[in-house]
């Protein structure tokens, strides 16, 4: 007759437990910090994201922004435009052909159209020369009624204090309608939500 300690019987049951805790956090990981970053800001987004334009240029970096750019959009039945804005040098005239600067805008959009329709998406596409980045964005957003602009970038500097491109910032301060602004890093994106003045709101309503 086999005798059956209580200490061990215990024993089995913690082994079983934790054997089942194992397969359950197999079975049901927990989300990247990315994935939450992203949901977190869906959700405040929801009620804002009407028409959604993401910038790219030499200096502005918004690959990585995509995928929440076409989750949004998809989720409220915004227009999403994606706009390479390629910085004209004063010694140039304004019309002046930068064949690598556009090279370098086209396969920037064929990226992000890519990312767009994966997610099934539609998405316009846009190379604008201008002679500052920030003036062009905030007027296209402008013309566009856009609710949200989207900027990626990565810090000017290895210090997670580090200050934000010039065109950025930029375009925080004067844009009259919402920014969101998401740098990358080890342990997913930082965002940073930019929101105008109430009267400056209205003002780009009307």
């Known amino acids: 007759m086999i005798a059956i300690h209580p200490l061990g019987v215990l024993i ?9 805790a194992t397969i359950y956090w197999m079975l049901h990981p927990p989300p990247a910090p990315a ?21 790219f240029s030499e ?14 959009a998809r989720r409220e039945r915004a227009e ?10 004063l010694i140039l005239p304004q019309g002046a052909q930068m064949p690598q600067e ?7 959009l064929a990226t992000a ?9 539609t ?3 846009d190379v604008i020369h201008a002679r500052q980045v920030s003036t062009a964005v905030v007027d296209l957003a402008k013309r566009e009624s856009a609710n949200l602009i989207m900027l990626g970038s990565y ?22 309608c919402d920014v969101l602004i998401g740098v990358p890093g080890p342990h997913g994106r930082m965002l940073t939500l930019e929101r105008p003045p109430a009267a400056a709101r209205r003002n780009g309503a009307g």
Do not use: C, F, N, W
């Open 102 to 108: 556009d090279r370098r805008a086209i396969e920037a």
């Open 35 to 55: 994935d939450i970053v992203a949901e977190r800001a869906e959700a405040a987004l929801e009620e804002m994201a009407g028409s959604i334009i993401v910038v």
């Open 12 to 20: 089995a049951l913690v082994i079983v437990a934790l054997i089942g």
């Open 80 to 89: 999403l435009l994606a706009v390479y804005i390629v910085e004209v040098p």
């Open 113 to 121: 159209e890519a990312i767009a329709q994966h997610g099934g998406v």
């Open 155 to 176: 810090r000017e500097g290895k210090y997670t204090g580090a200050p934000l491109g010039r065109a950025i910032e930029s375009i925080a301060s004067s844009a009259q």
């Open 123 to 125: 998405i316009r596409t």
């Open 59 to 72: 200096d502005i970096h918004s690959e990585h922004m995509m995928v929440l750019a076409a989750r949004l």
